[in-house]
């Protein structure tokens, strides 16, 4: 298990809903391209058969949880 947590901040509820979405994005058109997190969590789960979470709300930071199994 991985975590990874930063003090920015944070995301609302309707956003936390949609970051794994593909192509979605909250950055100004020509700076964000949507496809950090899908593509994330596409290898995590496809390629090793693990689970990538997020804990976060508006103003408190965001914590990434990569889990992965040991044994395949
Ligand atoms: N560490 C973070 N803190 C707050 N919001 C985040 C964080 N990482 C991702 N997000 C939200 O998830 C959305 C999708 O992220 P991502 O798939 O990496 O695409 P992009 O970075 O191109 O927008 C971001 O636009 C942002 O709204
Ligand atoms: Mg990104």
Do not use: C, W, Y
């Not at 995301?11 to 979605?24: A, G, R």
């Not at 100004?28 to 950090?36: H, K, W």
């Amino acid at each position: 298990m991985i975590k990874i947590k930063d003090n920015g901040g944070g995301m609302s509820d309707e956003v936390k809903q949609k970051i794994f979405d593909h192509l979605f994005t909250t950055k100004p058109v020509g700076q964000g391209t949507g496809l950090g997190l899908s593509i994330a969590r596409q290898i995590i789960l496809e390629k090793h058969g693990g689970t990538l979470e997020v804990n976060s709300s508006l103003g408190q930071g965001s914590e990434f949880i990569i889990s992965i199994p040991l044994k395949g």
